[in-house]
């Protein structure tokens, strides 16, 4: 993977796909039918995201959680962070150095 990728929650086997090549030996993932989500292992930096394919969207991180809807997820070509948009919303999910360490 080493492009820009833009693809609509109605791919969800896409998503799921790309989602699982990003975080691919990063720590825990966990695919079903309507949810993906990705979870650090310790000692490492407490972190995760899940997304369901209705575009909610759920990410925890050290001091801060979020909970908002989206219709497209951006794969940037660097795979280090994963963005959301949409109607009235964005978030960018970076992955933590520490983590991004074990690759």
Request: glycine letters at 6%; hydrophobic letters at 40%.
């Amino acid at each position: 993977m080493n492009e820009n990728i833009e693809v609509g929650i109605a791919d969800w086997s896409t998503i799921c796909s790309l989602f699982s090549e990003m975080f691919e030996g990063l720590g825990k993932i966990e695919i079903s039918e309507n949810l993906i989500s990705f979870q650090s292992l310790k000692p490492h930096v407490a972190t995760g995201i899940t997304l369901d394919s209705k575009g909610r969207i759920f990410a925890n991180m050290p001091l801060h959680s979020i909970e908002t809807l989206f219709q497209i997820v951006h794969f940037p070509d660097d795979r280090q962070s994963i963005k959301l948009t949409g109607e009235n919303s964005a978030y960018e999910y970076k992955i933590p150095p520490e983590i991004l360490n074990l690759r």
